[in-house]
C-alpha cells in the first residue's frame, strides 16, 4: 500500500497523558498537512511542512502541541497534558509541489478519559 | 444535550437517480475548490477540484459547478450507486500556494437501493 498511513489508529488515554502519532506520508509527496476533525464536523488544518520545515501553524494548534517532520518524511504530531477536549480524529494528509489535492490517511482517532 | 455540530445536512436518493450536493464557502478571495468524499472511519478521499477561473468541470459520474457571485459550489451526481453513501465536504483554498484547505460542515448522502 503506497497510500498515507498513521499510527496508532486508535488510541485512549487518561487525561494529563502525552500521546504521540505518527504520519508516514506518500513517499514523494513533499508537503505534509495534519487536520483534526470531531464527530459531524468537517476536518480543521493544524499545521503545515514543506519538506522538514513548519511553514504554518494554526491558532487550534496550542503550546501542548508540537509536530515535527525531522528528515523531511515521516511526521509526529505531539499532545502533551491530554484534555478531553483533545478527543477527536487527527488526519495527516500528503500533496506533492503545487497542487491542492491532499491525499489523506485514514486518521488516528483519540479518546481522552 | 446533543451538540449541534451532530446535525449533519442530509439528502437521502434512490440508486439510479441524480444527487446535487451544495456548499456555500465563505472567502471570497479563494481561488481553488475541491469536494472530498468519507466514508465511515476512514480519512476524506478526493472527488474533483475546480478553480476560480471556470465555473463548471466534469468527471466521471461527477460535475462540480461554481458560482462565484453568490460564493455556491455544488456537486452533482449521475446515477448515484449504493457505493456513493457517505459524507460529501466542500473545500476551499484560501492560503495561495500552501493549500491551506477550509472544510465546510458535510452532507450526509443516502442511498436506497
Known amino acids: 500500500d503506497t497510500g498515507v498511513s498513521q499510527d496508532p489508529r486508535h488510541k485512549i488515554t487518561k487525561r494529563g497523558q502525552n500521546v504521540t502519532f505518527r504520519c508516514d506520508p506518500i513517499s514523494e509527496h513533499n508537503r505534509l498537512y495534519w487536520y483534526r476533525q470531531t464527530l459531524g464536523q468537517g476536518p480543521e488544518f493544524l499545521t503545515y511542512?514543506?519538506?522538514?520545515?513548519?511553514?504554518?501553524k494554526s491558532r487550534l494548534l496550542s503550546d501542548r502541541f508540537s509536530a515535527e517532520r525531522p528528515k523531511g518524511s515521516f511526521s509526529t504530531l505531539e499532545i502533551q497534558r491530554t484534555e478531553q477536549g483533545d478527543s477527536a480524529m487527527y488526519l495527516c494528509?500528503?500533496?506533492?509541489?503545487?497542487?491542492?489535492?491532499?491525499?489523506f490517511g485514514e486518521g488516528s482517532r483519540l479518546t481522552v478519559l | 444535550g446533543e451538540s449541534v455540530g451532530l446535525h449533519l445536512p442530509t439528502l437521502s436518493v434512490q440508486e439510479g437517480d441524480n444527487s446535487i450536493i451544495n456548499c456555500a464557502y465563505s472567502n471570497s478571495a479563494s481561488d481553488y475548490f475541491i469536494w472530498y468524499k468519507q466514508e465511515s472511519g476512514k480519512g476524506p478521499q478526493f472527488i474533483i477540484d475546480i478553480r476560480s477561473n471556470m465555473d463548471k468541470r466534469q468527471g466521471q459520474r461527477v460535475t462540480v459547478l461554481l458560482n462565484k457571485t453568490v460564493k455556491h459550489l455544488s456537486l452533482q451526481i449521475a446515477a448515484t450507486q449504493p457505493g456513493d453513501s457517505a459524507v460529501y465536504f466542500c473545500a476551499e483554498n484560501s492560503g495561495g500556494s500552501n493549500y491551506k484547505l477550509t472544510f465546510g460542515k458535510g452532507t450526509l448522502l443516502t442511498v436506497n437501493p
Open positions: 511542512f514543506q519538506n522538514e520545515a513548519q511553514l504554518e
Open positions: 494528509a500528503s500533496s506533492p509541489q503545487n497542487t491542492g489535492e491532499l491525499f
